[in-house]
């Protein structure tokens, strides 16, 4: 398997936490709390396994390069850099989002939700979306 490879990985995993979100989601809007529960902690371990696996990829293959030309280019520049802020900004909101809830102190954790999963669904989105355009689409060709 080459490093190369994981990008794959990276993509699968974003989606599967951007799905476990929005089951999430979906389960407290009809009030089960129990299944809105698993999916949530479903997504904090999906995302944590896509952590790990990301940081190998980074420290093994640099920047990946976009060979997209024209109006997309900055299209995709913009939507990449707007994931990595959000990613940014969730590394802290998802930990005290958690640690709310299962602190007990759902008022302050359904606060911080109301901000937290929107940016936390925008960087699983976007993951697929930056994928898809740079490895799929419109990849280098150098």
């Known amino acids: 398997m080459d490093v190369q490879d994981l990008t794959h990985a990276i993509a699968a995993l974003n989606a599967l936490s951007a799905g476990f979100l929005a089951a999430g989601y979906a ?4 009030g089960d709390r129990m299944r809105h529960r ?17 940081v190998i990829y980074k420290l093994n293959s640099g920047f990946a390069k976009f060979g997209g030309a024209g109006f ?3 299209l995709y520049f913009t ?4 994931h ?12 005290l989002t958690v640690w709310r809830a299962l602190s007990g102190n759902f008022a302050a954790h359904r606060r911080l939700a109301r901000v937290t999963w929107p ?9 697929v979306v930056v994928y898809v355009m740079a490895v799929h689409l419109f990849p280098y060709h150098g």
Do not use: E, T
């Open 38 to 54: 698993l999916m949530m902690l479903s997504a904090l371990a999906v995302s944590a396994v896509f952590l790990v696996v990301y």
């Open 27 to 30: 389960f407290i809007r009809r």
């Open 84 to 95: 990595i802020a959000a990613a940014i900004a969730i590394v802290p909101l998802v930990p």
């Open 119 to 127: 940016v936390w669904m925008y960087v699983g989105v976007s993951g």
């Open 72 to 74: 997309v280019r900055p």
């Open 79 to 82: 939507i990449l850099g707007l």
